[in-house]
């Protein structure tokens, strides 16, 4: 036998197995309780036990926050679905806080009869933003997307134990590719050499790059959107009346185009200037949040943005009632 089989250990046996031995018609504690009793009697419980209570302590703290507000997990969830939202709490550096966690146990309950998981992330390309640029996005590279090599490998691990759970992970990757038509060449004005058909061909090539991207970094089922070419959004009636949302969006506008950040080669925009970016920036956003939830209706949502619980908290701004709910699995930055 090689010497790397060898080295396996037991949570590399645990997330690789393709279905899990574990009685499914159980809440989530009684499914802890039998795998306890199961596990000095059964070699397979065993590493099951070894390998889930790793993950148990984690969605112990999202149980306490449903109690908190007069709810439970264990009580009224299944097994299956008391192992997807431990799984999510496991990998959720929110967890204990998520505003979210009422809206994922709804959301990953109503998934049980398919067991299909639709989760999604956001992909935020560069942008050439040099004073004498053509103003239309570059061709990215793996360092400045959200796919970075170690995000990958989160991913992989997420949708490895998400399949050991019985569940059907579908990834959506949705290209941010509008945000300088949406909300910054509206309030600083486009250069002077913008070309819309250059433009165009940047972005068809950068679809098909990220595409090939997360096939390699993730190698999942996945469906990869650009908003500019797949989903045209007209914002000309979209009207978010969120001030609170909009003020605190500033700072970090300000934050955006100072030296060396992400927009820092272009002219410092005004006081005005930044006011009604920030609201043009969380109309796009409030937008996007309501089409992706009544499009496609993920369980899920990965934030990679910061500030995280602003970024959400946008996203959601004309939601209403039907939050689309977010785990925070690199950085939580409220």
Not at 198 to 206: D, L, N, S
Not at 306 to 319: D, F, G, K
Request: proline share 6%; net charge positive.
């Amino acid at each position: 036998m090689p010497v790397a089989v060898k080295r396996k250990t037991e949570i590399t046996y645990w997330l690789e197995r393709k279905t899990v031995d574990y009685p499914k018609n159980l809440s989530g504690s009684e499914l802890m309780n039998e795998l306890r009793r199961r596990k000095n009697t059964d070699q397979r419980a065993d590493r099951t036990f070894r390998a889930y209570a790793r993950f148990w302590d984690s969605f112990s703290q999202a149980e306490e926050r449903l109690k908190e507000l007069g709810m439970s997990y264990s009580g009224e969830t299944s097994g299956w679905a008391a192992m997807v939202l431990g799984i999510l709490a496991y990998f959720d550096r929110a967890r204990g806080i998520n505003p979210d966690t009422i809206q994922l146990r709804s959301n990953v309950a109503t998934s049980e009869a398919t067991r299909r998981i639709d989760y999604f992330v956001f992909i935020c390309p560069p942008i050439n933003t040099t004073p004498d640029g053509a103003g239309y996005y570059i061709y990215p590279n793996p360092e400045r997307t959200a796919i970075y090599t170690e995000r990958g490998a989160s991913y992989r691990q997420l949708v490895g134990w998400l399949k050991y759970a019985g569940a059907i992970p579908n990834l959506l990757v949705f290209i941010g590719d509008t945000d300088d038509t949406d909300y910054i060449y509206p309030a600083i004005g486009s250069p002077e050499r913008f070309s819309w058909d250059e433009r165009t061909k940047q972005i068809v090539k950068m679809k098909m790059y990220i595409d090939k991207l997360v096939a390699r970094k993730i190698q999942q089922e996945r469906t990869v959107l650009s908003w500019y070419l797949d989903m045209p959004q007209k914002l000309e009636d979209v009207s978010v009346n969120r001030p609170d949302i909009t003020i605190s969006e500033q700072p970090r506008i300000r934050e955006l185009f100072s030296d060396g950040n992400f927009y820092g080669e272009m002219i410092r925009p005004t006081g005005d200037q930044v006011s009604l970016m920030a609201a043009l920036k969380v109309n796009t956003y409030g937008f996007q949040g309501r089409e992706i939830r009544g499009r496609y209706n993920p369980t899920f949502g990965i934030q990679t943005e910061t500030p995280s619980l602003l970024r959400s908290e946008m996203l959601n701004a004309l939601t209403n009632d039907c939050r689309l709910p977010f785990i925070y699995p690199y950085i939580f930055r409220p």
